[in-house]
């Protein structure tokens, strides 16, 4: 059939502007024709998870596309419904770029460059010694005097028993390079998972005497807290800062992010300001706080939740992203640094879904819908026109 060589060009994302008015023509002209389409889809290298619409998904591009089709061709280009989920709308948004590093007196204003640098997971204890994680192995966690703080099994970290000691002035730092994440199990019984390029501070034990149990976060990280009534737990971050009894919630505030997410899971957390407490914004399941770096304001959105904590299970779910927030979550996810030389990308946002692909194969489902060209060389990539 002529539009098999046509849908192929369209996978491999060759399709001339001719080629894909006469494919998008053909497409639509017949249900028979969308089937056929699908079907091609659906036997390409990429995998489709089993609850997605294609057929809904199909629908949404078309509406839109004839909505906009007066408008300049590069606001939209036709979805690729190959991929996990697939990318994508793209959409012409104007993004301001807009790098703010927030610095605060006694925080981990470091994080992104040292994370960057790092190689392994790197713990240092209230010593000063420093030690390197092999995630492969059963360790045990060790001061200088061989006092066993934490022991590793099962894949999570876990320190001491929260009734020794009276007071929690014994902090402990761990950082997680790009390319990594970890879990670790904190004296109290929380549970922490902690992002690519991710530093938390915490108390090797949360001493008896403490009114809080507070920790420090730069970077992404998930928390199942563990119920304390009459200990809150708090997190401090660069942009704000949470305090909860007991609940689960995921926290996002890179350094060189234009705002911060705090997003719900269950229970009930209080958001505000670092370092303001007054008026804070309470947050139920399914909501999320974000600070604008900006704006210095703080909003809620209504949000399906477990979406921000797929991370966990190695899932990227892009929603609404511009292409600048989208190459840093790449750059931290793969371990790579990603240089664009299309400044037009900047324009567009995308929605999708990744699941255990590499680096190759997300920036091809990726260029399906943006039309570009690319090429890695070890961590460095690079991102160009196909006319170059």
């Known amino acids: 059939m002529q539009y098999e060589g046509l849908i192929d060009n369209y996978l491999n994302g060759n399709l001339s502007i001719n080629e894909r008015k006469r494919l998008e023509n053909w497409v639509m002209k017949n249900p028979e024709h969308l089937k056929i389409f699908k079907k091609r889809v659906r036997s390409h290298s990429f995998v489709i998870p089993m609850n997605f619409d294609s057929d809904k998904a199909f629908e949404k591009f078309y509406t839109k596309l004839q909505l906009k089709k007066r408008q300049r061709r590069r606001r939209f280009r036709i979805i690729s419904i190959a991929a996990s989920l697939t990318v994508l709308i793209v959409l012409g948004f104007l993004y301001q770029k807009s790098e703010i590093i927030i610095d605060k007196k006694n925080s981990l204003s470091s994080t992104k460059q040292a994370n960057e640098s790092l190689k392994h997971i790197q713990i240092t204890l209230p010593d000063g010694s420093q030690q390197l994680i092999d995630k492969k192995s059963?360790?045990?966690?060790?001061?200088?005097?061989g006092e066993v703080v934490a022991n590793r099994t099962d894949n999570v970290l876990t320190f001491g028993d929260a009734?020794?000691?009276s007071a929690d002035t014994s902090i402990t730092r761990i950082d997680i390079p790009y390319g990594e994440k970890f879990k670790l199990k904190l004296s109290d019984g929380t549970l922490v998972w902690l992002n690519s390029g991710t530093s938390l501070k915490f108390p090797q034990t949360f001493g008896l005497k403490a009114k809080t149990r507070t920790v420090e976060v730069i970077g992404e990280a998930y928390f199942e807290v563990a119920k304390d009534r009459e200990k809150p737990f708090i997190v401090h971050s660069p942009s704000v800062d949470i305090k909860v009894l007991g609940t689960r919630f995921n926290i996002t505030s890179y350094p060189?992010?234009?705002?911060?997410?705090?997003t719900l899971m269950e229970g009930e957390v209080n958001v505000y300001k670092s370092s303001e407490e007054k008026n804070p914004l309470k947050l139920r399941p399914n909501q999320q706080a974000v600070f604008s770096k900006t704006e210095k304001s703080l909003k809620i959105n209504?949000?399906?939740?477990?979406?921000?904590n797929s991370w966990i299970d190695n899932i990227l779910i892009v929603d609404g992203l511009s292409f600048l927030e989208l190459k840093k979550k790449l750059e931290r996810r793969y371990n790579v640094t990603i240089v664009c030389e299309i400044e037009t990308l900047l324009n567009n946002r995308y929605r999708g879904k990744f699941e255990d692909e590499s680096l190759a194969e997300t920036l091809k489902t990726i260029a399906l819908s943006s039309d570009f060209d690319f090429e890695i060389k070890g961590k460095q990539v690079r991102i160009f026109d196909k006319k170059n």
Request: no cysteine.
């Open 138 to 145: 059963t360790m045990s966690l060790t001061t200088e005097i």
């Open 256 to 262: 060189n992010d234009s705002k911060a997410e705090t």
């Open 163 to 165: 009734k020794r000691g």
């Open 302 to 308: 209504k949000v399906l939740a477990s979406d921000f």
